[in-house]
């Protein structure tokens, strides 16, 4: 990659040895400028959201939710459940590749961390003990979602 004044320019990029090429790429300051301190937290550094705390764990309405970080489409509300555990709940994504997952053993668990494809950005876990016909429980920070209603 090069800056505007033709040289190499890498000062703010860091590539973890787990971060893909994404389709959209921002340095950290410009997300910071772009999310909410929490949304940086969550979406940016791989934060949680206190359960029951989120605008989305007890929202039904009709529509698509996109991801805060880059606006692409995640998860319909026709794949929304009630799981209980004060965190929005999907038991797919709106395709198979709006989301990648990646192994995460940290804080001493076994998870799959689930990440928007497009950008990167940390969304949440998924789990093994969602209802049918996946059988998967999606399970989603709010702030890291904005929700956009449909008729
Ligand atoms: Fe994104």
Redesign the pocket.
């Known amino acids: 990659m090069k800056d505007s004044t033709g040289q190499p320019s890498n000062a703010q990029h860091r590539h973890g040895p787990d971060e893909e090429h994404h389709r959209?790429e921002k340095t950290e300051s410009e997300w910071q400028e772009n999310l909410t301190a929490e949304q940086y937290r969550i979406l940016r550094e791989a934060g949680t959201e206190r359960a029951f705390t989120g605008k989305y764990y007890a929202h039904h309405e009709t529509g698509v939710y996109h991801?805060a970080?880059?606006?692409?489409a995640l998860f319909g509300s026709n794949a929304k459940f009630e799981s209980g555990s004060g965190w929005p709940s999907y038991w797919e994504p709106v395709s198979g590749n709006a989301v990648e997952r990646v192994v995460d053993r940290s804080h001493g668990m076994d998870r799959t961390e689930v990440r928007?494809a497009?950008?990167?950005?940390h969304l949440g876990h998924v789990f093994e003990d969602g209802p049918q016909p996946t059988g998967l429980r999606y399970c989603i920070n709010s702030a890291s979602l904005d929700f956009e209603g449909s008729e």
């Open positions: 959209v991801c970080a880059c606006g692409q928007c497009k950008c990167g950005s």
